[in-house]
């Protein structure tokens, strides 16, 4: 089955750089949810889409945003990097609505800042 | 306080012991509930989703104690395998597409 999809897998950049983070959901999800993990720590929710608008915001920062296109994928656009950006990055996807809302994830972006 | 506690562990246990782990959470209003698996390194994978009445795959066991507030993982004959970090996970009804994470309870099943 088709799993989420995130690119690129790896990338290094840095300290004031920019990046760009991509994430194909699973066919007909309609939901992203974008996490932030840094070294020995669960998973900090940054920010999520349903239906292209949205639909939260957690801890993300200002030098940070996201959207989600047309064809429901999303991407997660960093700017003025710092050396704290360093953390693997997932997308996870779901069915937004209420009785199937499992999250899937992504294998993840390992964002190292140098 | 965090959403969602859970002991960080970590549990070691030898192959075919029985463990159990705990997470409470503090919304009341929180609806759906899930147990995570995550491999150092990779991304979270589901592991059950967890049911008012209580679930069971194989040797997993999934319980929701809503007058209490928690949700406990039972694993039994454990395996070299499962050693990983269980992550719990709620998700509130007030707010549609919030999912709260617990810190991850650390499993390590040795030989």
């Known amino acids: 089955a088709a799993g989420v999809i995130q690119s690129p897998r790896h990338l290094i950049k840095e300290k004031r750089e920019t990046a760009t983070l991509k994430c194909y959901p699973i066919?007909?999800?309609?939901?992203v949810y974008w996490y932030q993990q840094g070294p020995g720590q669960d998973p900090q929710f940054l920010i999520s889409?349903?239906?292209?608008?949205?639909?939260d915001k957690g801890s993300i920062p200002d030098r940070f945003s996201a959207q989600q296109f047309s064809d429901y994928h999303s991407e997660l656009n960093m700017s003025s990097l710092e050396l704290g950006d360093s953390a693997l990055y997932f997308c996870?996807?779901?069915?937004?609505?209420?009785?199937?809302?499992?999250?899937?994830f992504g294998p993840g972006t390992r964002l190292t800042v140098l | 306080r965090k959403e969602v506690e859970q002991d960080p562990g970590p549990f070691n246990v030898p192959e075919g012991a029985t463990v159990a782990f705990n997470c409470t959470y503090s919304?009341?209003?929180?609806?759906?509930f899930f147990w995570y698996r995550q491999d150092c390194r990779k991304e979270p994978k589901l592991l059950m989703s967890?049911?008012?009445s209580g679930n069971e795959d194989g040797r997993f066991t999934a319980q929701l104690n809503r007058a209490s507030q928690y949700i406990s993982l039972l694993i039994r004959d454990s395996k070299l395998s499962d050693s990983a970090t269980y992550l719990c996970?709620?998700?509130?009804?007030?707010?549609?597409?919030?999912?709260?994470f617990g810190s991850g309870t650390k499993l390590n099943v040795k030989p």
């Open positions: 996870a996807s779901s069915l937004g609505k209420e009785n199937t809302d499992t999250q899937y």
């Open positions: 066919p007909r999800h309609d939901t």
């Open positions: 889409f349903y239906e292209k608008m949205q639909s």
């Open positions: 919304n009341s209003a929180s609806q759906s």
């Open positions: 967890v049911y008012s």
């Open positions: 996970v709620v998700k509130t009804r007030n707010n549609f597409n919030k999912f709260y």
